[in-house]
Nanobody, 122 residues
Framework: QVQLVESGGGLVQAGGSLRLSCAAS????????MGWFRQAPGKEREFVAA????????YYADPVKGRFAISRDNAKNTVYLQMNSLKPEDTAVYYC???????????????WGQGTQVTVSS
């Protein structure tokens, strides 16, 4: 069992930056591939970024490429999402996810966090 707790969300002006963190419980964090998803009001949850267990492979959704960066610290059981040049359309609840098997859009998630709100004002 893996429990995921996100933090770092908030209100930011367009063009600003935020860094989300996701702390994982358990001693098996390093075997999991990790990712971030988001869900805007009235829309389906969508893939944002993923990183493999070692941190050597990353995937990004097209809308965030070049602006967001995913990273992880296995010693701290934590995965991060650095979000730069934020746009109002990035407003959403951001969810952390863990998966034993990684695909480019992380379709095989095993665990979810409860989410953290990110609001970007224009």
């Amino acid at each position: 069992q893996v429990q995921l707790v996100e933090s770092g969300g908030g209100l930011v002006q367009a063009g600003g930056s935020l860094r989300l963190s996701c702390a994982a419980s358990g001693r098996t964090f390093s075997v999991y591939n990790m990712g971030w998803f988001r869900q805007a009001p009235g829309k389906e949850r969508e893939f944002v970024a993923a990183i493999n267990w070692s941190g050597g492979i990353t995937y990004y959704a097209d809308p965030v490429k070049g602006r967001f960066a995913i990273s992880r610290d296995n010693a701290k059981n934590t995965v991060y999402l650095q979000m730069n040049s934020l746009k109002p359309e990035d407003t959403a609840v951001y969810y952390c996810a863990a998966a034993r098997h990684l695909t480019a859009t992380m379709t095989n998630t095993d665990y979810w966090g409860q989410g953290t709100q990110v609001t970007v004002s224009s």
